[in-house]
């Protein structure tokens, strides 16, 4: 059933045939209608951009129309804090409140060091509800230097008390270690 490749090549013979004498202009032809060939936008697609325009448009219409709606601001209505006072001010408070969310979430909590953090937590939200008063206290009665003292001391002392915890936690922790170890040996 198998031919040899070599028997059938000795019968072929080649055909000439030749191209018509436009050949080459009908390809270009041809050529030109499939590259420049305009395709429909009238798909998927085409719905979808024109939904995410009217969604774009609406989103921002609503963001414009709320803000013009919200009426006059009243100076006496609006809530001074530390951060609105000045650019200084807002990157001290950020940078304490900052360290001090930083300081909370390195914490370990375990049952050997459940007391201490209790005892410092409380404190810390003492400092945090005393921020609070000072807070408004500033509202109350405007700008002071006093106050504004006040609350800087303030996030600088709950600061260093959770530095504080964190060094007496690595103490506790150093020291439940080498008890392990002396009682392993």
Do not use: C
């Not at 919200?70 to 360290?99: A, H």
């Not at 209790?118 to 106050?147: C, P, Q, R």
């Amino acid at each position: 059933m198998s031919k040899d490749i070599r028997e059938i090549m000795k019968k072929y013979t080649e055909e000439k045939t030749s191209l018509s004498a436009n050949h080459r202009s009908k390809f270009e032809l041809r050529l030109q209608k499939e590259v420049h060939r305009q395709k429909s936008s009238k798909g998927i697609y085409y719905w979808l951009q024109i939904a995410a325009t009217i969604v774009l448009m609406l989103s921002v219409g609503l963001g414009y129309y709320s803000s013009n709606t919200s009426g006059p601001i009243d100076p006496q209505t609006k809530d001074i804090s530390l951060g609105s006072l000045s650019p200084e001010l807002k990157s001290i408070e950020s940078y304490y409140v900052n360290s001090i969310n930083y300081e909370i979430s390195q914490l370990d909590l375990n049952e050997n060091n459940k007391e201490i953090l209790d005892g410092y937590l409380s404190k810390i939200n003492e400092l945090t509800t005393e921020y609070k008063s000072l807070t408004a206290e500033l509202n109350k009665k405007g700008v002071n230097d006093e106050i504004i003292n006040a609350l800087i001391n303030n996030l600088q002392l709950r600061l260093q008390l959770l530095q504080r915890l964190k060094k007496q936690l690595n103490e506790l922790k150093q020291l439940n270690s080498k008890q392990n170890e002396i009682q392993q040996t």
